[in-house]
């Protein structure tokens, strides 16, 4: 065997062990990917349907409610391609499927949940931003046309503004009832400026007329309890009449 031929050999030897080599990292890198995309798609269908089954129902319409299982069924089916013989998947499309081609006919079973605390609120809120994500990442996967992946987007923002309504309302209302009016107008107060600021706020001129005349009424109130009455006797009239006796003594001192 002459030099050059183990040369050759040697230099063969080592590109197949660097070729081996890659394509151990190429496989490697396929199973780590592979495991990532499920991960994400799981957490993704996680959100879907968490956002599904408590979204106030106030704020859930049927075209809402297909929306989530529009992009919940092209989330599972994206699954099932990595794992094609599960079964609870294969249910779970058919049932999406059926949901997504009853169009507005879809079932909307959420129940109200009024908004009265600012946790709960805060909660709303976060479901909207995690619908909002899903919204973009489907319209970035051509899940949604770009056109209806914006509107939806504009959708969230109006049911954002209804969520802070019903929270200024609800917590105005709580103050009136406990007969703290000053809390109330406070709520008022804040809803109306809230809403003033909105980009259009002629879409909710029925929402700040009614803002303002309860933020009126809380302030009458407010002024009510402010004025004494005519027969109470607190310690500020009881110090003005104290203040014009002495006046009167010092008078007949004096004169």
Request: proline residues 4%; glycine residues 6%; charged residues 25%.
């Amino acid at each position: 065997m002459t030099p050059l031929l183990i040369t050759l050999l040697i230099v063969a030897g080592i590109a197949l062990l660097i070729v081996i080599g890659y394509l151990n990292n190429v496989v490697e890198n396929s199973k780590l990917e592979r495991a990532r995309l499920k991960i994400e798609l799981a957490d993704r269908v996680r959100r879907c349907g968490e956002i599904t089954e408590t979204f106030p129902g106030q704020f859930m319409t049927p075209g809402l409610k297909r929306l989530l299982a529009r992009l919940e069924l092209n989330l599972n089916q994206r699954q099932l391609a990595l794992d094609k013989h599960n079964a609870s998947l294969k249910a779970r499309i058919t049932e999406l499927e059926g949901q997504v081609a009853l169009g507005d006919k879809i079932a909307v079973n959420n129940p109200p949940c009024p908004i009265q605390t600012e946790a709960k609120a805060k909660d709303v809120r976060f479901l909207l931003e995690a619908l909002h994500t899903q919204i973009v990442k489907g319209t970035q996967e051509n899940v949604l046309q770009t056109a209806e992946g914006k509107q939806w987007v504009k959708e969230i923002r109006h049911i954002l503004v209804l969520l802070h309504i019903e929270f200024f309302n609800n917590l105005g209302q709580q103050a009136l009832q406990q007969e703290q009016p000053g809390q109330a107008r406070l709520a008022f107060e804040r809803g109306v400026q809230y809403l003033r600021k909105q980009p259009e706020p002629k879409v909710y001129e029925e929402q700040l007329r009614y803002l303002e005349k309860l933020l009126a009424r809380a302030n009458a109130q407010v002024l009510d309890k402010m004025e004494p009455a005519d027969n109470e006797q607190n310690e500020l009239t009881e110090g003005l009449k104290t203040d014009e006796d002495e006046t009167w003594k010092k008078r007949v001192i004096y004169d």
